[in-house]
C-alpha cells in the first residue's frame, strides 16, 4: 500500500497518456530517459489549477528531493503525490520509459517548439499527439506554407518534422511514416499499443489500409476533420481525442465487442 502522498508506479501507469493523467515532474539531474509525459518544470501558469489537476514528483528513490517539492506544491494548493520507489521502482516494474536523446532544446517558455506543413491530414497530426502525451505535454506546434518549414524552423528554432527532405531527421523512411520514426527514436517501440496505433497511422498516412483493419477508419476521420476545420490548431486539439481513443482501444478494448446481442441483459435461468 503506498504511504500518505504517494502513488504506486503501477497506478501511475495505467493513467499514463490519457487526457487525466496526472503531471509528472521529474527532478533528476538530465536523466537521458523519463517517464512518458514527465517534464523537468510545471506551466509557468500553474497555479491556474487548469494545467494540473495533479501533480506526481519524481525522484531517484521517492526518498529525496521529491518529498519536499510534493509539500511545498501541496501548500500551493496543487494535488501533489511522490512516485513510490521513484524512477528505480519505475524501471524495476518494467513501464515504459522515453528516450530524452533526441529531445529539441527547450525554448525559454520551457517547451519545444515543433513546424510542419499546413493542413495536417493523418501524420501530422499523429506526431503531435505522441508528442503531447509521451514526450512533452506543452510542446507548441507551428503549421506553415511547406516551402516556409525550413525558414520558419530556422527563424523560430522549432524543430521541423513531416516534411520532405533528407535532411530533416523527423520524416518518412521507406515504407515507415514519421510516426513510426518518433515511436522508435523516443524508444517506445516496445510500448504494445503504441506499436498497435503506429500500424495503423502507418496504414492511413500511406495509403496502405492493408496494414490495419482500422486504417481506413482513421483516413476517413482525418480527412473528415481537415474539411470541418480551417484552423490547423482547432483541427490538432479535434485530433487529440480522436487518437486518445485509438490508444485507448489499442491498450485494452480490443477484445471487447459491440452488436446487438452484446447489449442484452442476460437471460435468467429457469429453474427445473
Same mark, same amino acid.
Given at each position: 500500500? *503506498?504511504?500518505?502522498n504517494?502513488?504506486?508506479?503501477d #497506478? +501511475?501507469?495505467?493513467?499514463?497518456?490519457? $487526457?487525466?493523467?496526472?503531471?509528472?515532474?521529474?527532478?533528476?539531474?538530465?536523466p537521458?530517459e523519463?517517464?512518458? @509525459?514527465?517534464?523537468?518544470? +510545471? *506551466?509557468?501558469?500553474?497555479? $491556474?489549477?487548469?494545467?494540473?489537476?495533479?501533480?506526481v514528483v519524481?525522484?531517484d528513490?521517492?526518498n529525496g528531493?521529491?518529498?519536499?517539492?510534493?509539500?511545498?506544491?501541496? $501548500?500551493?494548493?496543487?494535488?501533489a503525490?511522490?512516485?513510490?520507489?521513484?524512477?528505480?521502482?519505475?524501471?524495476?516494474?518494467?513501464?515504459?520509459?522515453? $528516450?530524452?536523446?533526441r529531445?529539441?532544446?527547450?525554448?525559454?517558455?520551457g517547451?519545444t517548439?515543433?513546424?510542419?506543413?499546413?493542413?495536417? #491530414?493523418?501524420?501530422?497530426?499523429?506526431?503531435?499527439? +505522441?508528442?503531447?502525451?509521451?514526450?512533452?505535454?506543452?510542446?507548441?506546434?507551428?503549421?506553415?506554407? *511547406?516551402a516556409?518549414?525550413?525558414r520558419?524552423?530556422?527563424?523560430?528554432?522549432?524543430?521541423?518534422?513531416?516534411i520532405?527532405?533528407?535532411?530533416?531527421?523527423?520524416s518518412?523512411? @521507406?515504407?515507415?511514416?514519421?510516426?513510426?520514426?518518433m515511436?522508435?527514436?523516443? @524508444?517506445?517501440?516496445?510500448?504494445?499499443?503504441?506499436?498497435?496505433?503506429a500500424?495503423?497511422?502507418?496504414g492511413?498516412?500511406?495509403?496502405r489500409?492493408?496494414?490495419?483493419?482500422?486504417?481506413?477508419g482513421l483516413?476517413?476521420?482525418?480527412?473528415?476533420?481537415?474539411?470541418?476545420?480551417?484552423?490547423?490548431?482547432?483541427? +490538432?486539439?479535434? @485530433?487529440?481525442?480522436?487518437y486518445?481513443a485509438l490508444?485507448?482501444?489499442?491498450?485494452?478494448?480490443?477484445?471487447? #465487442?459491440?452488436?446487438?446481442?452484446?447489449?442484452?441483459?442476460?437471460?435468467? #435461468?429457469?429453474s427445473?
Amino acid at each position: 500500500m *503506498p504511504s500518505t502522498n504517494a502513488i504506486a508506479p503501477d #497506478k +501511475l501507469a495505467r493513467l499514463l497518456a490519457l $487526457s487525466g493523467c496526472p503531471r509528472i515532474l521529474d527532478l533528476r539531474d538530465a536523466p537521458a530517459e523519463t517517464i512518458p @509525459g514527465a517534464t523537468s518544470s +510545471l *506551466p509557468h501558469d500553474h497555479d $491556474s489549477r487548469s494545467e494540473a489537476p495533479s501533480v506526481v514528483v519524481v525522484d531517484d528513490d521517492g526518498n529525496g528531493a521529491a518529498v519536499a517539492r510534493a509539500a511545498v506544491l501541496r $501548500s500551493d494548493g496543487l494535488a501533489a503525490e511522490v512516485l513510490e520507489g521513484g524512477f528505480a521502482a519505475w524501471r524495476a516494474g518494467g513501464w515504459p520509459t522515453v $528516450s530524452l536523446t533526441r529531445l529539441p532544446p527547450r525554448h525559454a517558455d520551457g517547451r519545444t517548439w515543433w513546424v510542419t506543413r499546413a493542413r495536417p #491530414k493523418v501524420d501530422r497530426i499523429a506526431c503531435p499527439w +505522441l508528442i503531447r502525451r509521451f514526450v512533452d505535454p506543452d510542446a507548441r506546434f507551428l503549421f506553415v506554407a *511547406p516551402a516556409d518549414v525550413l525558414r520558419v524552423a530556422a527563424e523560430s528554432h522549432a524543430e521541423p518534422f513531416d516534411i520532405a527532405d533528407e535532411h530533416v531527421f523527423w520524416s518518412h523512411r @521507406g515504407e515507415r511514416c514519421t510516426f513510426d520514426v518518433m515511436v522508435d527514436a523516443f @524508444g517506445l517501440e516496445d510500448h504494445a499499443p503504441l506499436a498497435r496505433l503506429a500500424a495503423i497511422v502507418r496504414g492511413a498516412d500511406t495509403d496502405r489500409l492493408d496494414i490495419a483493419p482500422e486504417a481506413a477508419g482513421l483516413l476517413a476521420i482525418s480527412l473528415g476533420l481537415s474539411r470541418m476545420h480551417a484552423n490547423d490548431h482547432v483541427q +490538432l486539439e479535434a @485530433g487529440m481525442a480522436i487518437y486518445d481513443a485509438l490508444y485507448r482501444w489499442c491498450r485494452d478494448a480490443q477484445e471487447e #465487442k459491440h452488436n446487438w446481442s452484446s447489449h442484452q441483459p442476460a437471460r435468467a #435461468k429457469v429453474s427445473a
